[in-house]
């Protein structure tokens, strides 16, 4: 297992309480990243020990654009906030109480031999039957995993800030495709800010200028700055997840959501669905687990991938869609609900559409439809 974070910690633990002799291979103990730590309801009721943790559970969110103003919106289902360190430890601990042996070392090399790999590390060389690589979007491994091109990442930065408050905080900008968080963890805020096509230097003073204008004090606070996967939607299409002898999983096989950011769901998904598969019967297993994510999620992150640049970028009604959307948010209760589905992770994108369709009605029906250009529309409908 190369990669203690959620992916290939939760790949460790199936393996490690199926019988099977596991070592996980990581250069740090559990870190913290510029990350909001948001557990959505999709994944702690598929994995209920996530309910466990010392997370913070919120129930309110605040959506903002600088003309729309700000809605306020109930989350029907909370998110669970934990800080990326004590929820990484989690699912770290919990690969070592199933059975798991760690060895903190850097890996250097990882290459197919004999129908499992080889791995090399900067103390010594171990073999084994298959690996799944969950090193992270910084994947040092240039022969497995993603293969990142330009338009494929976005930048993440933040500070932590000692502060309380209850409920959530997205602000968007104008043309810009990403946004500010602001998410309370116990004993402090995450703020942050993540996007596309902006350096990180002018990310860093964006946020910063809106935490002056919100009282969030960033001096002397601890700064964290990372990149994320966020896959172009050709880049789905030949995206390296699987090769002879290894597996790739979590941020390393590019499984975050292009829209939201949200990839702590997708990491301990696919690291559980890579180790189903290498208990699985399939004697191709690269096969096996390349449909086993298409069936799953991938088609859907791809979705995502096509309607991203237009729910930020996009205009309707002579105004951005971010504010049409936080206008509709604060009026209409059913596409409120639509929403609450999103942010609990409940709502996927392939059927947004058709939901859009039946619940609303008029303009509203209109504005909401024309977030989905005419080639994600006929994405969609191949795969109904």
């Given at each position: 297992?190369?990669?203690a974070?959620?992916?290939?910690?939760?790949?460790?633990?199936?393996?490690?309480?199926?019988?099977?002799?596991?070592?996980?291979?990581?250069?740090?103990?559990?870190?913290?990243?510029p990350c909001g730590?948001?557990?959505?309801?999709?994944?702690?009721?598929?994995?209920?020990?996530?309910?466990?943790?010392?997370?913070?559970?919120?129930?309110?969110?605040?959506?903002t654009?600088?003309?729309?103003?700000?809605?306020?919106?109930?989350?029907?289902?909370?998110?669970?906030?934990?800080?990326?360190?004590?929820?990484?430890?989690?699912?770290?601990?919990?690969?070592?109480?199933?059975?798991?042996?760690?060895?903190?070392?850097?890996?250097?090399?990882?290459?197919?031999?004999?129908?499992?790999?080889?791995i090399?590390?900067?103390?010594?060389?171990?073999?084994?039957?298959?690996?799944?690589?969950?090193?992270?979007?910084?994947?040092?491994?240039?022969?497995?995993?993603?293969?990142?091109?330009?338009?494929?990442?976005?930048?993440?930065?933040?500070?932590?800030?000692?502060?309380?408050?209850?409920?959530?905080?997205?602000?968007?900008?104008?043309?810009?495709?990403?946004?500010?968080?602001?998410?309370?963890?116990?004993?402090?805020?995450?703020?942050?800010?993540?996007?596309?096509?902006?350096?990180?230097?002018?990310?860093?003073?964006?946020?910063?200028?809106?935490?002056?204008?919100?009282?969030?004090?960033?001096?002397?606070?601890?700064?964290?700055a990372?990149?994320?996967?966020?896959?172009?939607?050709?880049?789905?299409?030949?995206?390296?997840?699987?090769?002879?002898?290894?597996?790739?999983a979590?941020?390393?096989?590019?499984?975050?959501?292009?829209?939201?950011?949200?990839?702590?769901?997708?990491?301990?998904?696919?690291?559980?669905?890579?180790?189903?598969?290498?208990?699985?019967?399939?004697?191709?297993?690269?096969?096996?687990?390349?449909?086993?994510?298409?069936?799953?999620?991938?088609?859907?992150?791809?979705?995502?991938?096509?309607?991203?640049?237009?729910?930020?970028?996009?205009?309707?009604?002579f105004?951005?869609?971010?504010?049409?959307?936080?206008?509709f948010?604060?009026?209409?209760?059913?596409?409120r609900?639509?929403?609450?589905?999103?942010?609990?992770?409940?709502?996927?994108?392939?059927?947004?559409?058709?939901?859009?369709?039946?619940?609303?009605?008029?303009?509203?029906?209109?504005?909401?439809?024309?977030?989905?250009?005419?080639?994600?529309?006929?994405?969609?409908?191949?795969?109904?």
């Amino acid at each position: 297992m190369l990669g203690a974070g959620p992916a290939g910690s939760m790949a460790a633990a199936q393996l490690a309480s199926a019988g099977v002799r596991t070592t996980l291979i990581d250069e740090k103990l559990p870190w913290e990243k510029p990350c909001g730590g948001g557990v959505t309801f999709k994944a702690y009721s598929q994995y209920p020990f996530l309910r466990d943790g010392a997370a913070k559970t919120v129930r309110q969110s605040s959506l903002t654009t600088p003309k729309a103003g700000t809605a306020d919106m109930r989350l029907d289902q909370p998110i669970l906030i934990y800080s990326r360190a004590e929820l990484n430890g989690r699912l770290f601990r919990r690969a070592e109480q199933a059975g798991a042996r760690f060895e903190q070392a850097r890996v250097l090399e990882m290459r197919s031999s004999g129908g499992g790999c080889s791995i090399r590390t900067a103390t010594g060389a171990i073999e084994a039957d298959a690996c799944i690589v969950a090193t992270g979007a910084r994947n040092p491994l240039r022969n497995a995993g993603t293969e990142w091109a330009q338009d494929d990442t976005m930048i993440a930065l933040g500070y932590y800030v000692e502060a309380d408050r209850p409920h959530i905080d997205i602000q968007f900008f104008e043309k810009f495709e990403g946004y500010v968080w602001v998410f309370p963890r116990h004993g402090h805020l995450s703020v942050g800010i993540c996007g596309k096509g902006k350096p990180a230097q002018t990310l860093r003073a964006w946020l910063e200028r809106y935490m002056d204008e919100h009282g969030l004090v960033y001096k002397g606070a601890k700064f964290y700055a990372h990149m994320l996967p966020a896959l172009a939607s050709g880049s789905w299409r030949k995206n390296r997840i699987a090769g002879e002898g290894w597996l790739a999983a979590g941020d390393a096989a590019g499984f975050v959501d292009p829209i939201t950011g949200e990839g702590i769901y997708y990491a301990i998904r696919s690291g559980d669905l890579a180790a189903q598969t290498l208990l699985g019967e399939a004697r191709d297993k690269a096969a096996a687990y390349r449909d086993a994510i298409q069936r799953d999620f991938a088609h859907d992150l791809y979705l995502g991938s096509l309607l991203s640049r237009r729910v930020y970028l996009g205009d309707f009604l002579f105004g951005a869609i971010p504010d049409r959307m936080v206008q509709f948010t604060r009026r209409s209760p059913k596409f409120r609900t639509v929403m609450q589905d999103l942010f609990a992770g409940t709502q996927g994108y392939a059927d947004l559409s058709q939901r859009l369709w039946r619940d609303l009605s008029g303009t509203l029906r209109e504005t909401a439809m024309s977030f989905l250009h005419s080639d994600i529309a006929t994405a969609i409908s191949k795969s109904s």
